[in-house]
């Protein structure tokens, strides 16, 4: 496990939108980041979930978190505008986005892929990213450090049979934050964009992509935390255009 200690209060007074935050490694962080201080914004296509996300916040007496019901796939320009008015009415500036919301699509071979599911993969994993960063950057610019995180994936360095549109679509990402982390350089010095490959994670994903698998064998989504913490908090201001191992 990446080892990391964070200060209790790593993310006090910042704002930190969480994708995909209603469920698996993205709800763990959005608890885990208010937990540290942190508002969290939590943004999903299952209103029940984040609701589910808020309420847990709230009952711990964390920062009050803020509710986005988005479906990435299908989301147009004026969502994603509607989402920087909304955040920069009620915060001003952002502090950090955690891009994790993905869809697995088939696992099945590339002869066979269904180009209609393809192309959703392509919009959740990786369209999407662009138009929130787009949406989002100038609040960003607004902070006095803004941490960008990426969602990786071990087929995302090394494609494997069968991985498809997912597999990808996670090589895209990373080639989306390396190409950020580069322009962000000399466009806005103060926001930096790096990635995370969780590892295999006890998640609904994972049990799909591994149906035959003992989930008790793999860590849970809170046990991943440390690096998630240490990209976003202020400890990792030098590190820009990484892509790193949670386990
Ligand atoms: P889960 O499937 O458990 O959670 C994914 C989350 O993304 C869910 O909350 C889901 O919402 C949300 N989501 C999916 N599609 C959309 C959409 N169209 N619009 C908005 N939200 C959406 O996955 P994990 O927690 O396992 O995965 C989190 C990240 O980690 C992903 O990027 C994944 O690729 C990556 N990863 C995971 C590994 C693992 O072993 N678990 C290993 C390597 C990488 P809903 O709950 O409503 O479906």
Not at 153 to 166: E, I, L, Q
Not at 240 to 245: A, E
């Amino acid at each position: 496990m990446f080892d990391y200690k964070a200060p209790s209060q790593l993310l006090k007074d910042k704002a930190i939108l969480v994708t995909g935050a209603g469920d698996g490694i993205g709800r763990a962080a959005a608890i885990t980041y208010a937990k540290h201080g942190a508002t969290v914004i939590l943004l999903g296509r299952t209103t029940k979930k984040l609701e589910a996300v808020y309420d847990y916040i709230e009952k711990q007496q964390y920062p009050q978190a803020a509710i986005v019901p988005l479906n990435l796939d299908g989301a147009a320009g004026h969502d994603y505008l509607e989402l920087a008015n909304t955040i920069e009415s009620e915060f001003g500036h952002l502090d950090g986005i955690l891009h994790n919301a993905s869809l697995l699509g088939e696992r099945t071979n590339l002869a066979n892929y269904d180009p209609v599911l393809f192309e959703q993969v392509m919009r959740v994993n990786v369209t999407s990213q662009l138009l929130l960063n787009q949406a989002l950057l100038p609040l960003m610019q607004k902070a006095d450090n803004a941490s960008i995180i990426f969602t990786s994936s071990g087929v995302g360095r090394k494609a494997k049979a069968n991985w498809g549109a997912y597999a990808i679509s996670k090589f895209a990402t990373e080639a989306m934050m390396q190409l950020l982390s580069s322009e962000l350089q000399s466009l806005s010095p103060n926001v930096r964009a790096n990635a995370i490959n969780p590892g295999a994670t006890r998640t609904n994903m994972r049990a799909s992509a591994y149906p035959d698998e003992d989930p008790t064998t793999l860590p849970e989504a809170e046990d991943i935390m440390p690096l998630y913490l240490y990209l976003m908090g202020d400890d990792s201001l030098n590190v820009n255009g990484q892509s790193l191992d949670a386990q």
